[in-house]
């Protein structure tokens, strides 16, 4: 069981690049998000989706694009890449939250630098 | 909207000292409360939740964590504590029921001493 897993780890972009952060689960969540971690910030939900063809913004969505054509995939596309989106990136899933009391589990991170 | 905020960002202790950490929330309604701890390069990890029932949640590695309603906090203890706790810790809040957002507080970094 991988739990959640997030490529690539490392990344360096130069402002106006776009690229994907990919992120999968093997737990048949319905539930994933997408945070970004900045010292002193704590963790920002960016986007989320709860369950496959819906998805909705977080607290900080400028800038990025996300979709969720199935149950185990939520990729999170930078379009244009500015340095100020320069932060760790962590994808996390979970069970439906109101049909069982389940935390959510995080993958590993990417981290990201603009230039 | 749901907010966290956690006072205490850098701690520092010497090992076997007893450890809280200050969490407050700011919801109007029933609330599902969370402690996660992040050791230095690694994911977020479940320390403890509190859902419903006895408001003294234990969890992982010793640690408890008590929800009192009327002062909307969810404080976390520990009695003595040791050099590989050390890391940082974040509080979560989301209001209870179906597909909610969870809000994270900024995190406290807790520095253990040998």
């Known amino acids: 069981n991988a739990g959640v897993t997030q490529t690539p780890k490392f990344q360096v972009l130069k402002t106006g690049q776009s690229m994907t952060l990919q992120c999968a689960q093997d737990?048949?969540?319905?539930?994933m998000s997408w945070y970004r971690q900045d010292p002193g910030m704590g963790l920002r939900l960016i986007h989320y989706?709860?369950?496959?063809?819906?998805?909705d913004q977080g607290e900080v969505p400028n800038g990025y694009n996300v979709s969720r054509s199935t149950t185990e995939d939520f990729p999170l596309r930078l379009l244009s890449a500015a340095p100020s989106q320069t932060s760790v990136y962590f994808c996390?899933?979970?069970?439906?939250?109101?049909?069982?009391?389940?935390?959510?589990?995080f993958g590993d991170g990417t981290r990201l630098s603009i230039l | 909207a749901q907010s966290v905020s956690q006072h205490n960002h850098h701690v520092i202790l010497s090992e076997a000292a007893s450890l809280e950490l200050g969490c407050n929330y700011s919801?109007?309604?029933?609330?599902?409360l969370f402690w996660y701890v992040q050791y230095p390069g690694q994911h977020l990890q479940l320390l403890l939740k509190?859902?419903?029932?006895?408001?003294l949640v234990k969890g992982i590695k010793g640690f408890e964590a008590e929800f009192i309603k009327s002062k909307f906090s969810f404080n976390l203890r520990k009695p003595s504590v040791q050099w590989s706790d050390t890391a940082e810790y974040f509080c979560?809040?989301?209001?209870?029921?179906?597909?909610?957002?969870?809000?994270f507080g900024t995190g406290t970094k807790l520095q253990v001493i040998p």
């Open positions: 996390a899933s979970r069970k439906n939250p109101g049909a069982s009391n389940q935390p959510q589990h």
């Open positions: 989706s709860v369950g496959a063809g819906i998805t």
């Open positions: 979560a809040v989301e209001a209870a029921g179906g597909y909610q957002k969870v809000t």
């Open positions: 737990m048949n969540h319905e539930y």
């Open positions: 919801y109007g309604g029933t609330v599902n």
């Open positions: 509190y859902f419903s029932g006895d408001p």
